[in-house]
């Protein structure tokens, strides 16, 4: 087994590559112009046009790497999903850079040949939306290649037949590491090219390489780290391209407390790669034990952003005890110029299997039924007790004189 001390120093180093000109709360086309003029070109680095979205935006990859094992990364398929396009170009400064790691980054240029497109929905990006500028998902266009954009990808792929595909996403903050609390930070795939979930050699590199991620995330986020949902998709490229020969490793970012702009999670992001790269470029997961994939903990849906708990509802003159799950959907106001947050009811009744990011056990609190109390509506109600307590768009006031 590898050692992890490389990874250990580049985690401990990596501000020295944060590209500052990127938020991963937000990136838009306009927001990656000036880190594409600060690539180095020519023998290094390599700015190419691939085409054009529907709404006419630029759809760039990077290359560089004069190895025989091709890479092909992408991120912001989804255009509310930019933390991996951040971690990037931190890439981009990895490899520009000269210092204590240069034998790292020969040996890494010399092996692979880097195939980089950061920003595949810029339409998306711009609305701050999961879909293209028409609202189709493109990670369910691979078989029909509709969108301007899914065909970029398909073409490219085609065109450089890459070993390793690295799809990279955000995944919401309800997610944990298997029943627990733990939320799941960071989550994992190796796609199916079918629906009985073949192990083919393509796919069982998938899950080595994710091994390789696996052991070195634990050294920063133990517990944190999940499987992702393997049922097939046939309309993505993540199975798709598996089925082609290509072996496709899906990053999911999720929830990490305190890290409300997903900074340590864009930090993770970069570590996971460079991780995934040294052991390609080495082939030491070739060694690996495939089968202990299924003993990394499969993603499950149980939190909520917040839980009321124990509360009690008067309704037709009767009593009875109800939990309240509450969600935050953010979007971004593309006229005002910031995200709002808007807080619905999730689920009422037993949350007794769930968790909160935010949790309260609220049995001195009643509550009166109204038509609105129901799931997807705004949570927007006085709790009524010792203390006064009032949701207001999913958040509880005061926060601060309640125990946790």
Known sequence: ????????????????????????????????????ETIKTGNSFTVQLLGKSVEGRDINVISFGTGKIKVLAWSQM???????????????????????????????????????????????????????????????????????????LWDYAAKIQPEFGFNLHDQNSYYTAGRTDNHATISLLAPPSDHVKSINYTREKSMQVILKIFETLNNFIPDQIARYNDDHEPRSFGDTFVKKGISTILIESGYYKSDPDKEFVRKLNFISLIS???????????????????????????????????????????????????????????????????????????????????????????????????????????????????????????LGRLNK
């Open 1 to 36: 087994m590898r050692s992890n001390h490389l990874e250990k120093s580049l985690f401990a180093g990596y501000e020295n590559y944060r590209e500052t000109l990127l938020n991963p709360k937000l990136i838009r086309y306009q927001d990656l112009q000036p880190c594409y």
């Open 276 to 398: 995934a790269f040294n052991s390609i470029a080495e082939r030491d997961f070739e060694k690996t034990d495939y089968t202990k994939y299924f003993s990394i903990p499969e993603n499950q849906e149980l939190l909520f952003d917040l839980i009321l708990r124990n509360l009690t509802l008067n309704y037709k003159e009767e009593k009875f005890k109800i939990d309240i799950g509450i969600n935050r959907k953010k979007k971004w106001n593309s006229v005002s110029k910031e995200f709002i947050y808007t807080g619905t009811i999730a689920e009422l009744g037993d949350l007794s299997l769930n968790y909160g990011i935010e949790d309260y056990d609220l049995n001195n609190h009643q509550i009166s039924w109204t038509e609105k109390l129901a799931v997807d509506e705004p949570a927007d109600f006085v709790l009524e007790g010792k203390e006064k307590l009032v949701i207001k768009n999913g958040f509880l006031y005061p």
């Open 78 to 152: 989804h255009g509310d999903e930019p933390t991996a396009t951040a971690a990037l170009f931190d890439l981009i400064k990895f490899f520009s850079a000269d210092d204590s790691f240069n034998s790292t980054r020969s040996s890494l240029i010399e092996n692979l040949n880097f195939h980089f497109i950061p920003l595949l929905n810029p339409d998306g990006a711009e609305l701050y939306k999961r879909g293209n500028s028409f609202n189709i998902d493109l990670n369910r266009d691979a078989e029909k290649l509709e969108s301007h954009e899914s065909k970029i």
